[in-house]
């Protein structure tokens, strides 16, 4: 990657390759949830190295029968929280749990597709849940126990960053702490697929709104700054989405324009969409060409930076 103090001709337009794996974490489990994971556990494949799997098999059909409730959220977070792993098409391929015990978190994780076995959702799932359990649990370290014998995860997580803490005949645990994980981010290896751009003055402004806002919007905005590189204003190429920017998106099949702005700014029926909501969050620090997939109103979504029409720091309004 490079910084460029000048726009990009447009031969040089990136895109962004979309073959990448992709993976979004939900908290919300709904009974039909409820019942493909009791498919999943029922597969001696996905259940063999799971040393609780009767258990949890149990503990969901309990969950069915208990309540007629459609949304079974509650039940599935006792003593930890759940989340359903979705690929890019919105289906269902795995969950992950994440057990916090003071400042450690523990880390489940199932891809139970097992029709989606080798397309290297697991690493991708990895990353998001190291995500949650740094950046909105607050866990100074994240643990994984592994059956030796389970080779595909554990090259998952070796290759995520984790180290072998330590181990026994049965069991290997492997570690990643908070320190490390926010070097890799800022190290540009985090899997993600483009590194994106970030004035001095915007990244300073935007920690302090994170200490003010909450939600997962927050949470990806978070992220996006430690991974960003950070430029001085009068660097930032001008075709970069930087704060109070305006650009024209494609998303999926329909083209808008909206400007990115802070919340006490935001009016989504104006076109200005805050840098703590999902869309606001996706795009900061793209830039023309880009494209990306982002989850928007509880689907993924495709979006494309098609043009950048306003960028403060190319018409100089650093005061912005």
């Not at 992950?96 to 097992?114: F, Y």
Request: a negative charge; charged letters at 25%; glycine letters at 6%.
């Amino acid at each position: 990657m490079f910084i460029s103090m000048k726009a990009f001709h447009p031969l040089q337009i990136r895109v962004v390759k979309m073959n990448r794996p992709f993976i979004s974490l939900c908290p919300e489990i709904t009974r039909a949830h409820a019942l493909t994971l009791m498919n999943w556990l029922e597969d001696e494949r996905v259940t063999c190295y799971l040393s609780d799997s009767r258990h949890v098999s149990r503990s969901i059909e309990q969950a069915i029968d208990r309540t007629q409730l459609p949304i079974l959220t509650h039940l599935f977070n006792r003593g930890g929280r759940f989340f359903m792993a979705y690929d890019r098409h919105d289906a269902p391929v795995g969950f992950v749990r994440l057990v916090k015990t003071g400042s450690n978190c523990e880390i489940v994780l199932v891809i139970g597709d097992s029709d989606k076995w080798g397309r290297n959702l697991g690493a991708r799932t990895i990353r998001e849940g190291m995500k949650l359990a740094f950046l909105d649990m607050r866990a100074e370290k994240l643990i994984a126990k592994i059956h030796p014998d389970n080779s595909r995860s554990l090259k998952a997580f070796l290759r995520s960053g984790f180290m072998l803490e330590s181990e026994t005949p049965t069991l290997k645990s492997l570690s990643m702490t908070e320190e490390r994980y926010l070097q890799f981010l800022r190290e540009g290896a985090g899997g993600d697929s483009s590194r994106i751009y970030i004035t001095e003055i915007d990244k300073a402004r935007l920690y302090g709104l994170i200490a003010l806002e909450q939600g997962s919007a927050v949470v990806e905005l978070e992220h996006e700054l430690e991974r960003a590189i950070v430029v001085k204003p009068q660097q930032v190429a001008c075709n970069v989405i930087t704060m109070n920017s305006r650009a024209l998106l494609q998303l999926d099949d329909e083209e808008l324009e909206v400007a990115l702005v802070y919340p006490e700014d935001a009016d989504s029926n104006a076109g200005k969409h805050s840098v703590s909501s999902d869309i606001g969050a996706a795009i900061l620090g793209y830039q023309e060409g880009d494209a990306i997939d982002w989850r928007i109103s509880d689907r993924t979504r495709r979006i494309e930076i098609k043009k950048v029409l306003y960028q403060p720091e190319a018409a100089g309004d650093f005061h912005l």
